[in-house]
Each structure stands twice: as structure tokens, then as C-alpha cells.
């Protein structure tokens, strides 16, 4: 590796992965000849100097394709510093169907900021209310085949870049001042020929810039993947699954093209039974073909002891047919980058990009199930409730003198959805030196588009008709109006002009004295626009994402380098950040101290913050459903209280989640601290203790927490107040405020704050074999020591690490924090051949209830399973996860892969890669019933291959 190759990998507060000499040895060849000095992630000022005063992870090309990964997103889950908190786009994942995000330390894609070429992408058009998703930056938009490397900045960084760098900074590096022409084409599939995917790319380069003055690189990045069922998904714990979730079994769902009829207990009350008990005022046709037909079985079909199913025989459908592991898929890239060298002091660059991306995911048949209302949503007025209720008399009605409801499937109609993301980039600059400085400035355009369109949704006056004009549910399903596609369209754009410059302003005993400063004006838009049909409230069952809002962001930033002796040096970095409502300033200072020439230590201390989303303060509100737990009518989640009934202990209830303009940013402060440790020429280890905490995190109220303290939020939480459908007391009358809950008021409020600390190990081992080439041993390792959370305020913060956040502390919505991630890969090269074998590691994630805020329970319980103490609320359920599980966890995963790639035919290179070498299953997790894995920690690809030819013209 020549000197200008370790050059590049360089950071004033950044540490190089790279690795490959000690400090001082790097020193000593630095003192011999000049080197080029570069701007790396995290700071203006430009060096050449190893190691900085903060962490920064590298992946060059070479070990980009000793991955296996087919995406950005599959590459980044290979880093250990990546935590939970991401979207995914293999599966319809809600909110964020479709984008696929970024998630350092656990804190959430909104923590997270991603770069291309060390300027910021444009979020996309998403209003993702759940925790840490409110920012979306999808990875989809950068395509793998154009990556240079990629610099993972492991420290707070908004007194760089700004809003969103709490957690650190990802910066796609593509490749630059390229000669020649390639071209890749890639194949992957596991052994079962699942999960398949396809990838043609294209480099094109022509000019040297020193020589021609210029240089022009292109690139194409075309892909697709296919669509796996969740049946072809195999490499799970399918018979852990099958018994305890009953997954995949013959039962999907009873409510099919054959209704079933809930007659109303007490007239005008609109109350109607569900469970076992009250059978006889439950009446299903059976008219399906006798295939279908199944008696529940309580079992076989993991039902609850008050399933109404229980004995009873009715028409299957088949919901499992519609599930997928892996959604079909599209992807398109293109890039170019253009560099023109003006004069021999000033260069003029331009860059430009266009991807889509089509994800086409399979759903089932819209139904209405209306023992309980459901809201309809519409955009100039309040939601209303939804409730079809069949007259006595209706045709379809099996009671003469009472009214019904319904559970009724259209299943000759098309659900699911299709999800279109097209983005376009345009940066145009100039850079270059003038006098002592080196400056650069440029304006930046990048705007995203977003088409969802949802499939089969119930058009309102056609269903209506059932009871305003007495049709049969036969006649309005065969009605062809019954139900449209529904689309949503929306933008998100940045329009940025930035300027910087760098210099030296003096000498001290160490070096240059660096100075960086400059500063940017950014516009930022968000945009989102549901169907026309949605807004007028004539689509049953779907919500409005409805968001307009726009904000100017003017900031100035400034560096100095103090290298005060060859031994010691200090950074400082300070920025200011002018929003309409709030300004910033966060500063930041880092050191660096070489004790000698094995042993270097350094620090940095930084303070950071996040603005508020634009989908949390701009005009507009996101709508939504979900399924809770009414504890006040079933305080454990498994027995409704008298009066009660068992769909309160899984309610299907409507969310209308209103913006707020009086957001604060969030604000942090972070800290580290480590060691750079060279005890041979061969050997390079890293250790680094961070600690970031968080607060003023904004965040929407839950929906459950509004329902669990109702004398904290006081008419938030919409119940029904017939006293028909109210609790009944011990005196037998009814309780007043205890009717079903239907829908949930909400807005978005600057809660507690988020702690988390831990260790970062980076060990490098080199041996040169001589004629038998090189082989290089690489260990990154990160271990979680805290993570903390008080959604409010004042609340206790338990340490969550090697759990699932939000069971073990039941009052946080915290995710999975395993306390151990690493990777270890061998590399052997020798000639035309390059092997490499490497170990992933996932630690386990325990499942035990310990606290909630400020009690904390003498023996921690299961939140699954039996044997939970009196007094349990808000259980799981799933008792036979008893009889599988004795440490409720979710299990450890290791899996081991390994690639090789071959030089020795002129202008080709061969590569393989396998996967999951040994086919290890994914550990089995409750929480993932349908998927069968969970997707935040895990794969159910099991065994993968994938095989690459590359030819160079």
C-alpha cells in the first residue's frame, strides 16, 4: 500500500480502520516524504496525520465485496456499532414502507446523518411517528457499485454538520478522478433458491486531471429481487413457531367471503359479543368449498379458552398466502460526477444522480369487522366512527328482531401495495487555493418523490348502500365500485449554497496551526398529499399522512488545530444553527496525547442537537391505527373485567397525532474516551468508551401510555360513554368512563431522554507469509455497558442493556440493545487469490418484565408464557412459549461466511461469497410471529450465494 493509499485515510477527529502501521511508524515515513493532505469525515481542516481525537470506522471497496452485500442497507448491518432502531424495506414495513435507514448506538434513524460525498442527502417523504424514525434517510438512494468507501464517524458531529449527527455521521464516498471501463454482473440466491436477487453495474471514466484537466466518471447500478413467501422463509425455527405462534398453520383467518353475524346484546347499544360464551348470538354461513372448511381447535390453533372459534366450523381464509419474507423489488442508479480543472489553483466539479426504487408488497383482501367501530379519517374535518350495523329485516340479517354486526372478507379482491421512491441530485462547485487558503463552495439541489399506492381499499358510498338500500354483502361485492386503489404522493426536497475555507494561522511547538471556517443556507421541504378519496373520509379503514411544511436553516461553523507539541495536540469545533423558532450553538473539543510510540490516548467532548422533524411542527397531522391494550377493561391483557369483552385486551383503535409548532430540538451531550495501542509492527488495537445522552427527545405520546394514565391525559383516550357498554361495579351498576376505547387524541411533545454508553474494540493483526502471501485478522467488537430512557421527564431510567427495551422497563419504548455485536474476518491473499473467512456475533436479548418507571418487581417475570405473578398486566400471551423457552430469550446468533475472489484471467475478477455458511436458523422471538424472525437483529436467508464477474476494458 503506497503512501498517498494511507493518506486517504486520514481524520483530524477521526480514527482510520484501516490500520496498517503504529503512529509513530507513520510519523517516521511521514518525516521522509511529503503526502497529500485530505478532508476525511468530521472535520474541514485538512491533515495527514493517522489518528485524530474521535472514531472513525473505514470500508474501502475491497472489503465492501468481501461482505457479500447486495445493498447499503445489508452492508451497514454488518458494522457492530449499528444498533436497532432502523426501517427495513424487505417487508411492508408501515410508515417507512419501502426506505431502508441508518441507525448508530441504538438511537434511531433520526440521530443518524447520511452523506454522500460529505454533503447531507435529502430526507425522504415519510412521516414516521414512531420512536427515532421521524427523519428518513434511505439508503436505497445510494448505490453500492459507485462506493469508493464508506467513513462511519462514531461521535457526535453536529458541531460539524449540524441537526441529526447526534448518534455520528455515515459518509458515502464514491470514486473519483476514475480511468477506464467495468463492468459487474451478480447473482444471489440462498440453497433453497430464495430470497434471489439480481445486479448489473457499470463504471465509465475517461480524462486524468493532472494531465487532461479533467475527468468524467459515470456509473449505473440496476438490480432486482424476487418475491419470497413467508411458507419458502425456512431457515427460522419453524416447529418452535408452529406450536407456540401457530404460524403457518391451516388456520388464517375465519373471516372470509362466508360472514359470520354478532348479534347485539342490548338494542341501540351497538355492543355486540365475540367470545365463547355468548355462542349463540354468533351465527358464520359455511357455503365454502368443504377444503376450507376447519373446526377450531384450541390447540392446533393456539385459541385463547374464550375463542368463539373454539368447536365452531367456518370457512378458512388463507392469510398466510399473502405474507412475505421478502417483497418483489426494483432498483435503478445512475451517476455522474464531472471534474474540470479551471486554472491550476481552481477546480470546478459537477455531480449528478437519479435513482427509483419499486418495492411491490402482497397483502390480503380488505375486510370490515364491525363489533366495535372503526374511524374514518378525513382531512377537513373531525374523524368519525365507523360502525355497519345490519337492521333487522336486512336480508343478510339472521335475527328478525335484532340488529347484527359483521365480519366479512372481499377476497375477490386485491390487497397489498406498491411503493415508488424516484430522487434526483444535482451539486455544482467550484474548489481551490488561494494564498494560504484552500476553500471550497458549492450549491446543492436534491429532491425525493414518493407514489404509494394502496390496493383494494373499501369505498365508503358503496358499502353504505348494504344498509341505505338493503343490499346483500354478495351484491356489493360482486359491485366492482366496492373497493379502488388508493394513491398518496409526496416530496421531500433540500436546496443548500455552502462555502468553506482552511488555513494555517501560526506554528506552534507540534505543527500548523489549522483553521477551518465557512458556513451554509439550506432550505428544507416536506410535502405529503393523500388520495382525494381518503381526505373526503370515502375510504374505510386508511389514514391521512397530511403534511406541508417548509424552513429556512442558516448556520457558521469554525475549527482550530492546536498541535501544542509533537506529543500532544488539542481540536476545537463550534457551529451555529439559526431556525425560524430556535437557534443553536454547540461546541466541541477533542485531544490527542502520544505517550510514546506504542501508546496514544485521546478524547473528545461534544454537544449536539436535533431540530424537530419538519412532519412534527408543519401544518398537517398523520393519522393512524393500531392495536393496544384497554387496561382499564383488562388490566393483565389476558381477562377483561365484567362487562368487558375479549377485544379489549387487543384493541383496534384510530390515532389522529396533531403537529407541534412549539417543539424544542432535542439536545445532547457526548463523551470519549480511548486508546490507541501499537505493541508490535504488526498489531494495531483500539479501544474507545463513548457515552452519549439525549434530551428533550421529540416524540409522539403513546397511545398506550394515554390509555394506562388517564388522569394524566383527561379526554385524550375516546371512549364509549353508553352505559350499556360500560364496566358493571360490584354493586352491578354501570362505571362511568370505562366504556371501549376507540380512538386515541395525540400530539408530539419533547419527552425525557436516552443514555447509553459502551466500548468500541478494534484489533488488526498483519503477517506477511512471504511467498505465501499476507494474511490479515481483524476483530470489531461493541459492547453495550448502558442504555437509559425516561419517555417523561423526571422518570427513573433502568439500564436496558441485553434486553428488549420496552419489555424490561414496561414505561420506555426502547428496542432490542444486545450488549455484545462484533465481527471477525481473516483475510489470506496470495497472488491472483484473495480468501476471507469471518464470524458475525449477535448476543442475546433477554424478554423478562423488571420494571415500569418506579416500581420494580421483586422477581422479574416473563412477558410470555405462564407463571407470571398476581398481579401481571399487559402479558404476551403465548402460553406453550413455556414449554420452549426456559430463560425467556431471544437466543444468541452466530454465523459464519466466507468469499474468495480470483484475478489470474486478464481483466476479469471472479468473486463468491457464502453467507451463513453452516445454515444457521434465526433465532426464534415471539414479537415476529408472521415473519418468523426478528428483522431488526436477524435473517431468515439462511445458506447464501452469491457470485460476481467483473470485467475491466
Given at each position: ?18 490500520l496498517a502501521t503504529s503512529s509513530v511508524a507513520f510519523a517516521q515515513q511521514a518525516a521522509e516524504a511529503p503526502v497529500q493532505k485530505v478532508y476525511v469525515t468530521g472535520s474541514n481542516i485538512k491533515r495527514a496525520d493517522k489518528e485524530g481525537s474521535s472514531p472513525v470506522a473505514t470500508l474501502n471497496a475491497k472489503q465492501i465485496a468481501a461482505t457479500g452485500a447486495n445493498t447499503v442497507s445489508e452492508l451497514l448491518h ?475 436553516v442558516k448556520s457558521a461553523f469554525v475549527e482550530l488545530r492546536t498541535p501544542f507539541t509533537k506529543q500532544f495536540e488539542m481540536d476545537f469545533a463550534g457551529r451555529y444553527d439559526k431556525y425560524p423558532s430556535e437557534n443553536s450553538f454547540v461546541p466541541k473539543v477533542g485531544a490527542k496525547f502520544i505517550v510514546n510510540d506504542k501508546l496514544t490516548f485521546r478524547s473528545s467532548y461534544a454537544e449536539g442537537f436535533r431540530a ?144 447509553t454508553s459502551g466500548l468500541d474494540f478494534e484489533v488488526a493483526h498483519r503477517l506477511n507469509l512471504g511467498a505465501n502471501g499476507r494474511l490479515t485478522t481483524k476483530l470489531d467488537w461493541s459492547y453495550a455497558l448502558t442504555f437509559k430512557r425516561s419517555e417523561r421527564p423526571g422518570e427513573v431510567e433502568a439500564n436496558l442493556v441485553g434486553t428488549a427495551g420496552g419489555y424490561s422497563d414496561w414505561a420506555t419504548t426502547v ?139
Amino acid at each position: 500500500m503506497s503512501k498517498q493509499q494511507l493518506v486517504v485515510k486520514r481524520s483530524v477527529i477521526a480514527v482510520a480502520m484501516a490500520l496498517a502501521t503504529s503512529s509513530v511508524a507513520f510519523a517516521q515515513q511521514a518525516a521522509e516524504a511529503p503526502v497529500q493532505k485530505v478532508y476525511v469525515t468530521g472535520s474541514n481542516i485538512k491533515r495527514a496525520d493517522k489518528e485524530g481525537s474521535s472514531p472513525v470506522a473505514t470500508l474501502n471497496a475491497k472489503q465492501i465485496a468481501a461482505t457479500g452485500a447486495n445493498t447499503v442497507s445489508e452492508l451497514l448491518h454488518s458494522i457492530p456499532a449499528f444498533g436497532s432502531g432502523t426501517s427495513n424495506d424487505i417487508t411492508d414495513g408501515s410508515f417507512s414502507k419501502g426506505a431502508s435507514t441508518a441507525s448508530l448506538r441504538g438511537l434511531g434513524s433520526s440521530s443518524t446523518l447520511v452523506l454522500l460525498n460529505g454533503r447531507r442527502i435529502t430526507t425522504s417523504a415519510y412521516a414516521d411517528p414512531n420512536q427515532g424514525k421521524s427523519a428518513v434517510y434511505d439508503l436505497n438512494t445510494i448505490p453500492v457499485s459507485a462506493i469508493e468507501r464508506v467513513e462511519i464517524f462514531k461521535d457526535g458531529a453536529s458541531a460539524v454538520y449540524g441537526s441529526d449527527a447526534i448518534a455520528g455521521v455515515i459518509n458515502f464516498i464514491t470514486k473519483t478522478n476514475y480511468q477506464g471501463k467495468e463492468i459487474t454482473a451478480s447473482t444471489s440466491a440462498n440453497d433453497n433458491l430464495e430470497f434471489a436477487r439480481r445486479n448489473v453495474s457499470g463504471v465509465l471514466g475517461f480524462g486524468d486531471l493532472a494531465e487532461d484537466r479533467y475527468n468524467a466518471f459515470f456509473s449505473f447500478d440496476i438490480g432486482s429481487r424476487d418475491r419470497t413467501s413467508i411458507r419458502d422463509a425456512r431457515d427460522v425455527k419453524q416447529h418452535m413457531y408452529a406450536d407456540i405462534n401457530a404460524r403457518l398453520n391451516e388456520y388464517g383467518s375465519y373471516v372470509s367471503n362466508q360472514p359470520f353475524f354478532f348479534r347485539e346484546r342490548t338494542a341501540g347499544a351497538r355492543n355486540f359479543t365475540t367470545t365463547l360464551a355468548n355462542g349463540a348470538d354468533i351465527i358464520n354461513r359455511t357455503g365454502c368449498d368443504a377444503s376450507r372448511q376447519i373446526t377450531g381447535n384450541r390447540d392446533r390453533h393456539n385459541l385463547t379458552a374464550t375463542s368463539l372459534l373454539n368447536g365452531r366450523t367456518f370457512c378458512n381464509y388463507d392469510t398466510w398466502a399473502n405474507q412475505e419474507a421478502q417483497s418483489k423489488g426494483n432498483d435503478a442508479n445512475l451517476l455522474g460526477k464531472l471534474t474540470f480543472q479551471v486554472t491550476p489553483d481552481i477546480t470546478a466539479f459537477l455531480e449528478t444522480g437519479v435513482t427509483r426504487t419499486e418495492r411491490e408488497y402482497t397483502g390480503n383482501a380488505s375486510t370490515i369487522s364491525s363489533t366495535a367501530p372503526t374511524t374514518v379519517f378525513r382531512t377537513n374535518g373531525l374523524p368519525s366512527d365507523y360502525q355497519l350495523i345490519l337492521p333487522a329485516g336486512h336480508p343478510d340479517n339472521p335475527w328478525a328482531n335484532s340488529r347484527a354486526a359483521i365480519a366479512y372478507r372481499f377476497s375477490g379482491i386485491d390487497g397489498g401495495s406498491k411503493n415508488v421512491n424516484q430522487s434526483g441530485r444535482l451539486l455544482a462547485g467550484l474548489k481551490g487555493t488561494s494564498g494560504r487558503f484552500d476553500w471550497e463552495t458549492a450549491v446543492l439541489l436534491n429532491r425525493s418523490e414518493r407514489t404509494e399506492t394502496m390496493k383494494g381499499m373499501l369505498y365508503r358510498p358503496t358499502i353504505d348502500r348494504i344498509v341505505s338500500e338493503g343490499r346483500t354483502l354478495a351484491q356489493t361485492a360482486a359491485d366492482p365500485s366496492v373497493a379502488r386503489n388508493v394513491v398518496n404522493k409526496g416530496y421531500a426536497q433540500v436546496a443548500q449554497f455552502d462555502a468553506k475555507a482552511s488555513t494555517t494561522v501560526g506554528v506552534l511547538p507540534g505543527g500548523d496551526i489549522g483553521l477551518a471556517f465557512g458556513g451554509e443556507i439550506r432550505q428544507e421541504k416536506l410535502s405529503m398529499t393523500p388520495d382525494y378519496q381518503t381526505q373526503t373520509g370515502n375510504i374505510i379503514g386508511l389514514a391521512n399522512s397530511l403534511v406541508d411544511g417548509s424552513r429556512m436553516v442558516k448556520s457558521a461553523f469554525v475549527e482550530l488545530r492546536t498541535p501544542f507539541t509533537k506529543q500532544f495536540e488539542m481540536d476545537f469545533a463550534g457551529r451555529y444553527d439559526k431556525y425560524p423558532s430556535e437557534n443553536s450553538f454547540v461546541p466541541k473539543v477533542g485531544a490527542k496525547f502520544i505517550v510514546n510510540d506504542k501508546l496514544t490516548f485521546r478524547s473528545s467532548y461534544a454537544e449536539g442537537f436535533r431540530a424537530p422533524a419538519l412532519s412534527q411542527i408543519a401544518e398537517g397531522g398523520v393519522q393512524s391505527f393500531s392495536t393496544v391494550v384497554d387496561t382499564v377493561r383488562c388490566p393483565d391483557g389476558k381477562n377483561p373485567l365484567a362487562g368487558g369483552d375479549a377485544s379489549d385486551c387487543a384493541r383496534r383503535i384510530s390515532s389522529m397525532s396533531k403537529a407541534n409548532p412549539n417543539l424544542k430540538p432535542e439536545t445532547s451531550k457526548s463523551f470519549s474516551f480511548g486508546a490507541i495501542i501499537a505493541p508490535t509492527k504488526n498489531i494495531d488495537l483500539l479501544v474507545d468508551f463513548y457515552k452519549i445522552r439525549k434530551e428533550d427527545e421529540t416524540a409522539l405520546l403513546s397511545a398506550g401510555y394515554v390509555i394506562d394514565h388517564p388522569a394524566l391525559y383527561p379526554g385524550l383516550a375516546i371512549r364509549d360513554t353508553n352505559p350499556a357498554n360500560q364496566l358493571v361495579g360490584a354493586n352491578g351498576q354501570p362505571i362511568p368512563g370505562t366504556g371501549p376505547v376507540s380512538a386515541v387524541n395525540r400530539t408530539y411533545v419533547n419527552q425525557g431522554a436516552t443514555e447509553t454508553s459502551g466500548l468500541d474494540f478494534e484489533v488488526a493483526h498483519r503477517l506477511n507469509l512471504g511467498a505465501n502471501g499476507r494474511l490479515t485478522t481483524k476483530l470489531d467488537w461493541s459492547y453495550a455497558l448502558t442504555f437509559k430512557r425516561s419517555e417523561r421527564p423526571g422518570e427513573v431510567e433502568a439500564n436496558l442493556v441485553g434486553t428488549a427495551g420496552g419489555y424490561s422497563d414496561w414505561a420506555t419504548t426502547v428496542g432490542d440493545i444486545p450488549r455484545h455485536r462484533a465481527s471477525l474476518s481473516t483475510n489470506w491473499s496470495v497472488g491472483v487469490h484473495s480468501l476471507t473467512g469471518s464470524v458475525d456475533f449477535v448476543s442475546p436479548v433477554s424478554l423478562l418484565r423488571r420494571s415500569d418507571n418506579d416500581v420494580t418487581y421483586p422477581v422479574p417475570y416473563c412477558h410470555y408464557g405462564k407463571g407470571q405473578p398476581a398481579g401481571a398486566y399487559s402479558l404476551g400471551g403465548l402460553d406453550k412459549f413455556s414449554n420452549w423457552v426456559s430463560d425467556c430469550s431471544v437466543p444468541e446468533w452466530t454465523t459464519f461466511n466466507v468469499s474468495y475472489s480470483y484475478t489470474g484471467i486478464k481483466n476479469w475478477t471472479l468473486s463468491g461469497n457464502i453467507k451463513n455458511l453452516f445454515d444457521t436458523a434465526a433465532p426464534y422471538d415471539p414479537r415476529y410471529p408472521t415473519e418468523g424472525f426478528n428483522t431488526q437483529l436477524h435473517n431468515a436467508m439462511g445458506r447464501y450465494f452469491r457470485v460476481s464477474a467483473n470485467y475491466k476494458f
